[in-house]
């Protein structure tokens, strides 16, 4: 789900997709897959077990991959074969196997385990009601996604400089570029998560129940991913500048929306993967301090990331002066973007500063 919390924090990614004309159409978009969801729900649900958990989140994939590259197209503009010689294979293989298809299965899963947890209506139990909203949100999500992906992929091949564009590769080549930072942020907020759900476990029922375990690794899990964000952002790495910069009106909205809705998400669909198809009668110990774990992680590592693609952004906004030379991250990320003219002198010097970082 990087792509959607990418969507939503980078601020030039997140004005391209709520201009009022674009949400306007959007809207529009989105009603079609979701009836269509509906009607064929209704359709099938006599031929296809779709009590099976298993059978559930292939169908949902399924139409949430249709529906992806329907309004993937939709956003684009253009017609499918030309989008194939545009964007490649590649890309439609992501729009229509990730954003689609594994996408969509997670947020089925999501809403499983939201049903389950949070007000006992389990699909394991009433299957109809929780199987048609997990297939209908689905489709209607990966629609609205999609169709963002497509409308930036639209802008960018008129002409306009995406410096971020939400397709997991910039996010590759992070790693690659400070894969200690990576590893120092992820593991240690691991290990904090898997710590806090470890002490739960010692207050016996209440501190082992799915409710309060969700909800407390999912604030602890809002709160590092506050922190990573704004030590990404900075260029020292130093998240109490960032923070004493913005006023707690600002930092408490922060945290509510993306922070802790996107740590409950994570946090769900993994609950949801133990439930339903681990079939777990609750979320036992282990699980429940692996899904702390890897929620911690994912938030940190996610937040410090979009972080960077802030800092990119601004960077790139202000022009490129020499003290951001210093910076590899900023500069290789550029350098592999295409973002210099053929011929730059300050190109090999960033290299040579990358390559330098890597073997120190």
């Known amino acids: 789900m990087l792509h959607r919390l990418a969507l939503r924090v980078v601020p030039q990614l997140n004005a391209l997709v709520t201009e009022p004309a674009v949400r306007k159409r959007k809207r529009l978009v989105m009603l079609a897959p979701g009836m269509v969801a509906f009607g064929l729900y209704h359709l099938l649900k006599s031929s296809l077990p779709l009590d099976d958990p298993f059978i559930l989140l292939g169908f949902s994939g399924f139409l949430a991959s249709l529906s992806a590259m329907w309004s993937y197209r939709m956003g684009r503009n253009v017609p499918v074969l030309t989008i194939i010689q545009e964007d490649g294979l590649r890309r439609i293989a992501w729009v229509v196997g990730w954003i689609g298809f594994a996408y969509g299965m997670q947020l089925s899963l999501l809403v499983l385990a939201l049903l389950r947890i949070f007000v006992a209506y389990d699909f394991l139990l009433h299957p109809e009601g929780p199987a048609m909203m997990a297939i209908i949100i689905a489709s209607s999500s990966v629609t609205r996604d999609a169709f963002e992906l497509g409308y930036i992929r639209l802008k960018e091949q008129q002409g306009q400089k995406i410096v971020t564009f939400p397709d997991g590769r910039p996010f590759r080549r992070w790693i690659q570029l400070e894969s200690a930072t990576m590893?120092?942020?992820?593991?240690?907020?691991s290990i904090i998560g898997m710590s806090s759900a470890f002490f739960l476990l010692s207050f016996g029922g209440i501190g082992s129940h799915d409710l309060t375990q969700s909800i407390v690794i999912s604030l602890l899990a809002a709160c590092l991913g506050l922190v990573a964000f704004y030590a990404g952002e900075s260029r020292s790495g130093d998240w109490r500048k960032g923070v004493a910069q913005n006023g707690w009106l600002a930092l408490g909205r922060f945290w509510l929306w993306p922070c802790l809705t996107f740590a409950l998400t994570y946090y769900l669909v993994q609950a949801g993967f133990f439930i339903f198809l681990v079939q777990m009668e609750q979320l036992q110990g282990v699980a429940q301090?692996?899904?702390?774990?890897?929620?911690?992680?994912l938030m940190a590592g996610y937040s410090f990331y979009?972080?960077?693609?802030?800092?990119?952004?601004?960077?790139?906004?202000?022009g490129i002066p020499e003290n951001i030379q210093s910076c590899p991250f900023v500069m290789g990320i550029l350098n592999k973007a295409g973002y210099f003219p053929k011929g730059n002198t300050a190109i090999p010097e960033v290299e040579t500063s990358i390559q330098t970082e890597k073997v120190g």
């Open 183 to 189: 590893g120092r942020w992820t593991v240690s907020a």
């Open 289 to 297: 301090i692996f899904t702390a774990g890897a929620t911690a992680a």
């Open 306 to 318: 979009l972080g960077r693609c802030k800092l990119l952004e601004a960077e790139t906004q202000q």
